[in-house]
């Protein structure tokens, strides 16, 4: 029996108990039934909180005291509009809803690809986190950042040099804007951690690149993905300029092989459709199990704030 035909025989069960007796409620025994992804359309700021809460909050992720990384996209000297960032809405909400759960310390780290200061304010995340705490947006550029360590269950890349934040974070935060990548096809949760590594170059080079994305997965999976798709790069990425739609969007799912295949079926991608199983490192990462792309057998919820 798959989960959402358990669900959904749980929910039959509880609606034929609630029938007998008024002091049964179902809500408490619906409480753990929280979606596998979570869709909800509406500004940035809100669209994001009420995705994750879909999920139970972000309280099921982040415990008092915990140490979290969130990794934006946040590496191009480029303003909102060509969403080639994240909207700095998007990653200004997850830092407070980190601190309203009790975080003892939120980082929003990446190793940008452009000018750091530039990309830093132009993008507009380091003065949307300024504004709820000082000083915790950073690009890592020095290999003293970055620590070697070897990779387990790998299939090419078998080490590479990781930021020593993400080793030593409880949590790791996903929260990647929806882009076309000409390498990867798409970037967003399994492509984006690629900011996270101090040698990006030899996965170009070295290695197939779908593999290594899986690979350098394997020892920093997300916690939680969170997927701006408040603008979608849809083609040119990852740094435009290109053609952005803008489906007003956020994506959530404590699986990110779920919520990117989710990003990948729901919008065009160089103006056609597109599904999972079209991107290798998404196909990839199903079959070695870090997570799903078999949408369709996963429970998925969409709300409009609207």
């Given at each position: 029996?798959?989960?959402?035909?358990?669900?959904?025989?749980?929910?039959?069960?509880?609606?034929?108990?609630?029938?007998?007796?008024p002091?049964?409620?179902?809500?408490?025994?619906?409480a753990?039934?929280?979606?596998?992804?979570?869709?909800?359309?509406?500004?940035?700021?809100?669209?994001?909180?009420?995705?994750?809460?879909?999920?139970?909050?972000?309280?099921?992720?982040?415990?008092?005291?915990h140490k979290?990384?969130?990794?934006?996209?946040?590496?191009?000297?480029?303003?909102?509009?060509?969403?080639?960032n994240?909207?700095?809405?998007?990653?200004?909400?997850?830092?407070i809803?980190?601190?309203e759960?009790?975080?003892?310390?939120v980082?929003?780290?990446?190793?940008?690809?452009?000018?750091?200061?530039?990309?830093?304010?132009?993008?507009?995340?380091?003065?949307a986190?300024?504004?709820?705490?000082?000083?915790?947006?950073?690009?890592?550029?020095?290999?003293?950042?970055?620590?070697?360590?070897?990779?387990?269950?790998?299939?090419?890349?078998?080490?590479?040099?990781?930021?020593?934040?993400?080793?030593?974070?409880?949590?790791?935060?996903?929260?990647?804007?929806?882009?076309?990548?000409?390498?990867?096809?798409?970037?967003?949760?399994?492509?984006?951690?690629?900011?996270?590594?101090?040698?990006?170059?030899?996965?170009?080079?070295?290695?197939?690149?779908?593999?290594?994305?899986?690979?350098?997965?394997?020892?920093?999976?997300?916690?939680?993905?969170?997927?701006?798709?408040?603008?979608?790069?849809?083609?040119?990425?990852?740094?435009?300029?290109?053609?952005?739609?803008?489906?007003?969007?956020?994506?959530?799912?404590?699986?990110?092989?779920?919520?990117?295949?989710?990003?990948?079926?729901?919008?065009?991608?160089?103006?056609?459709?597109m599904?999972?199983?079209?991107?290798?490192?998404?196909?990839?990462?199903?079959?070695?199990n870090?997570?799903?792309?078999?949408?369709?057998?996963?429970?998925?919820?969409?709300?409009?704030?609207?």
């Open positions: 029996m798959d989960r959402r035909t358990f669900l959904k025989r749980q929910a039959q069960g509880l609606l034929l108990l609630t029938a007998g007796s002091l049964l409620s179902a809500a408490p025994a619906l753990d039934a929280s979606p596998d992804v979570a869709v909800v359309k509406g500004k940035a700021a809100a669209a994001t909180r009420a995705a994750v809460e879909m999920l139970g909050g972000m309280g099921r992720f982040v415990k008092p005291g979290v990384v969130i990794k934006p996209n946040m590496s191009f000297a480029r303003d909102v509009d060509s969403a080639s994240t909207h700095p809405e998007v990653v200004r909400e997850l830092l809803m980190c601190k759960a009790g975080a003892s310390q980082r929003i780290l990446d190793h940008s690809l452009q000018n750091p200061e530039q990309s830093l304010d132009l993008s507009g995340i380091r003065p986190c300024d504004s709820v705490e000082k000083n915790i947006c950073h690009h890592l550029m020095s290999a003293g950042y970055y620590m070697t360590e070897s990779i387990p269950d790998a299939a090419e890349m078998r080490e590479n040099a990781f930021m020593r934040d993400v080793l030593a974070a409880d949590v790791l935060i996903a929260c990647p804007v929806a882009k076309s990548h000409s390498g990867a096809g798409v970037s967003l949760s399994l492509k984006g951690q690629m900011g996270l590594i101090f040698d990006r170059r030899i996965m170009h080079s070295r290695y197939n690149l779908d593999t290594s994305i899986v690979d350098m997965n394997k020892k920093i999976k997300p916690t939680l993905a969170v997927i701006d798709a408040t603008r979608v790069l849809t083609t040119g990425g990852p740094g435009g300029p290109g053609k952005v739609i803008t489906p007003g969007e956020v994506i959530a799912s404590a699986d990110p092989v779920a919520a990117d295949a989710t990003a990948v079926a729901s919008y065009e991608w160089y103006g056609r459709k599904k999972p199983n079209q991107v290798g490192h998404i196909r990839m990462a199903h079959e070695r870090l997570g799903r792309m078999d949408i369709e057998n996963l429970i998925t919820q969409r709300r409009d704030l609207a």
